[in-house]
């Protein structure tokens, strides 16, 4: 399993506001999921991390 962890993001979340801030973790997980092409790997988001399980 990898844990990323975005740098700066909690003052772009508190900037932005958390609507945006959620959907800029869904493009990030969404860029790591189409780089991902193996059906059996999850790429979620899990406190404001993005986890990627490699099984």
Do not use: S
């Not at 900037?15 to 790997?41: F, M, W």
């Amino acid at each position: 399993m990898i844990l990323c962890d975005v740098d700066f993001f909690k003052l772009y979340n508190d900037t932005y506001g958390h609507r945006v801030g959620d959907r800029c973790l869904q493009e990030i997980a969404k860029a790591i999921k189409d780089i991902i092409k193996c059906p059996a790997n999850l790429v979620a988001l899990w406190w404001g991390r993005i986890c990627c399980d490699f099984t």
